[in-house]
């Protein structure tokens, strides 16, 4: 009689398995690597430094508790350590928020352009994603609400969204907050938020400050340069933050990271480089891709997304190829629902300029 092997819980073999961005071109060549909203100025020299002295230890567990870096954290925005849960990214605190908040018969929302690993830990967990359609590329609080149900119990808004960079005022947040149910757990995703220059636009700390159903989620993994750490974290209402504690893995940051994120939420200056960087940059590149005919949208943050024409002759898939030939490495954003759209990060002056120019050879016609 044949042995039936393990079977994975419901929901587990519908997951499409997330991709990451490219980092390598073929042929040898020294590529730019314009794929994973990565900061070009990299990461704080304290870091670095942090970093290294934490190396003189590792026969040491780690504190469990994140203590400095939470201390940190709390410092620059001004809030309660305690309710502060750091994760391994802030893509593990995202899976331990549907861990604890989701099972079979549940549901949770997210709209149609939004971070990959909603839909993963949705499914994860054996509950149903549910779609809400955008309107222009932005976030729509109607279509939202519209799709709530009794099963409803999460809901995950990036803000500003990736791929898209497009981004909700504060106001349209807190009408969603208004109209969710006291059950549902509303999730902030604001990955890029440091990089957002308007006045109408909050990342959420307020509004989980005064709520008891609201998480903002960031990450040092941008703006910050220390994507290799995996390090992220959560502001939560005490009750979720235990809960968030008793699930997650009880070493889930190492040491060196734990040190190096500390150092760099102290230093201002730095971050202040990476700000002026991205504000220069972002918009001569996304006026020089207009240039070329093509449609870009208006980004927040240190990416733009850029469309080529249906039935133009001009394809993502040929420019995405081209551009490899040249060196450049961008991100196909197919499996976001754009696959005939690009997203390209804000490099340094020279990655910036060699993408430009040969993106122009391929609109062009070069060969």
């Not at 991709?19 to 909203?37: A, Q, R």
């Not at 605190?93 to 949705?122: Q, W």
């Not at 469309?307 to 133009?312: A, K, N, V, Y």
């Amino acid at each position: 009689m044949p042995t039936r092997g393990p079977i994975p819980r419901p929901g587990i073999l519908e997951i499409d398995a997330y991709v990451p961005g490219e980092s390598k071109v073929p042929g040898g060549i020294v590529p730019s690597k314009l794929s994973s909203n990565e900061t070009p100025l990299g990461p704080s020299p304290l870091a670095i430094e942090a970093y290294r002295t934490a190396g003189a230890e590792l026969e040491r567990y780690p504190d469990g508790q994140a203590t400095i870096l939470r201390q940190a954290i709390a410092h620059r925005y001004g809030l309660d350590a305690g309710r502060i849960v750091c994760g391994s990214g802030s893509d593990e605190l995202l899976s331990l928020i549907a861990h604890g908040y989701l099972g079979p018969g549940d549901e949770a929302i997210y709209t149609a352009h939004g971070f990959l690993v909603y839909r993963i830990a949705i499914l994860s967990n054996g509950a149903t994603p549910v779609v809400a359609p955008e309107r222009n590329l932005h976030t729509d609080v109607d279509a939202i609400l519209d799709r709530v149900t009794d099963k409803t119990r999460v809901v995950f808004v990036a803000n500003p969204n990736n791929p898209t960079g497009t981004y909700i005022p504060i106001d349209e947040i807190r009408r969603l907050r208004a109209g969710l149910r006291g059950d549902i757990l509303l999730v902030l995703d604001a990955a890029y938020a440091e990089y957002v220059s308007r006045n109408d636009y909050e990342a959420g700390l307020e509004l989980v400050a005064t709520t008891d159903n609201t998480v903002m989620t960031r990450t040092f993994s941008k703006i910050f340069g220390l994507a290799a750490l995996r390090i992220g974290w959560a502001y939560c209402p005490a009750a979720v933050a235990d809960v968030l504690n008793r699930i997650r893995g009880p070493f889930n940051l190492s040491s060196a990271a734990i040190a190096a994120g500390a150092a760099a939420i102290a230093d201002d200056a730095h971050l202040e480089r990476a700000k002026a960087h991205n504000d220069q940059w972002l918009p001569w590149v996304m006026d020089e891709i207009a240039r070329l005919g093509l449609k870009v949208t208006p980004s927040v943050g240190n990416f733009v997304l850029f469309h080529f024409p249906d039935g133009g002759g001009k394809t993502a898939a040929d420019a995405d190829a081209f551009l490899k030939s040249r060196g450049v490495i961008v991100r196909k954003v197919g499996a976001y629902g754009f696959p005939n759209a690009l997203r390209m990060t804000i490099g340094s002056e020279s990655d910036n300029k060699r993408a430009l120019a040969a993106l122009a050879a391929y609109m062009a016609g070069a060969a």
